[in-house]
């Protein structure tokens, strides 16, 4: 019998493992990622859910979309009709699947955009996690405690989100690609597009079932349109 090399070499890469207990086992690709490919990166929000409505924390917790949810995703649709998709990825969880559904993609499921992982504070809205702390906690700035489930840092989600953008910026050298997926795992991936800290994601306001597209403007990334829906918002999400 052949003794094992020291390396490793012919066996299966080990499963990368990040935050929520999502692990992958894709390797990196054998080429860096190009210069500023002339695709588009359109991002969805899933549509509305009950816990967005109310502005409850929703990570991992798989619930669906309200009507209203629904008709929001209808309406990105149409907002994406025009795009030429060399990719499309969606996170596993039911209410980002079923946007894209309604939005009339087809995606293929990516476990790597799945929602961060709130832990303890799954299922709360900020106001209530405030009035418990008694200073103005956004998660952004303060993180997240342990509950049912680990929970995630900033810079975890932002590992995940690094990943997902190796296998999204040689596809757009092909054409667009879209993400359906969660607002603030969105609003990191953008921070990280943008060759910025993960957490200027914090200054990013993403509503459910809006559409934003970013590119490469003159080499450079950059943010084409921004939380695009069927109106103005009024005031900033509150999830």
């Not at 359109?42 to 924390?57: A, I, M, N, P």
């Not at 596809?171 to 359906?180: E, H, I, K, P, T």
Request: charged share 25%; aromatic share 6%.
């Amino acid at each position: 019998m052949r003794p094992a090399s020291p390396r490793g070499e012919g066996r299966a890469p080990a499963p990368r493992h990040y935050g929520c207990h999502v692990a992958t086992d894709d390797p990196l690709p054998d080429r860096p990622a190009p210069d500023a490919p002339s695709g588009k990166l359109v991002l969805l929000r899933h549509g509305e859910t009950e816990w967005s409505r109310q502005g409850r924390h929703t990570g991992l917790t798989d619930i669906p979309l309200t009507a209203r949810g629904e008709s929001l995703a209808r309406s990105a649709g149409r907002l994406v009709a025009g795009y030429d998709f060399s990719l499309v990825l969606a996170s596993p969880l039911q209410r980002a699947q079923r946007t894209a559904e309604l939005a009339g993609l087809r995606p293929e499921i990516d476990p790597l955009l799945v929602e961060w992982d709130y832990g303890g504070y799954e299922g709360r809205t900020t106001g209530d996690i405030r009035r418990e702390l008694g200073y103005d906690w956004s998660a952004f700035t303060h993180g997240v405690i342990r509950g049912r489930t680990p929970g995630e840092t900033v810079e975890e989600v932002a590992a995940r989100a690094s990943r997902v953008l190796t296998r999204v910026l040689p596809a757009m050298a092909q054409g667009d690609v879209a993400l359906v997926a969660h607002g603030h795992f969105l609003r990191i991936l953008t921070a990280v597009f943008l060759r910025l800290a993960p957490r200027f994601g914090g200054q990013l306001s993403l509503d459910a079932g809006s559409v934003s597209v970013l590119a490469f403007y003159r080499e450079q990334p950059a943010i084409l349109s921004w939380n695009h829906g069927l109106e103005l918002p009024l005031e900033p999400s509150e999830s």
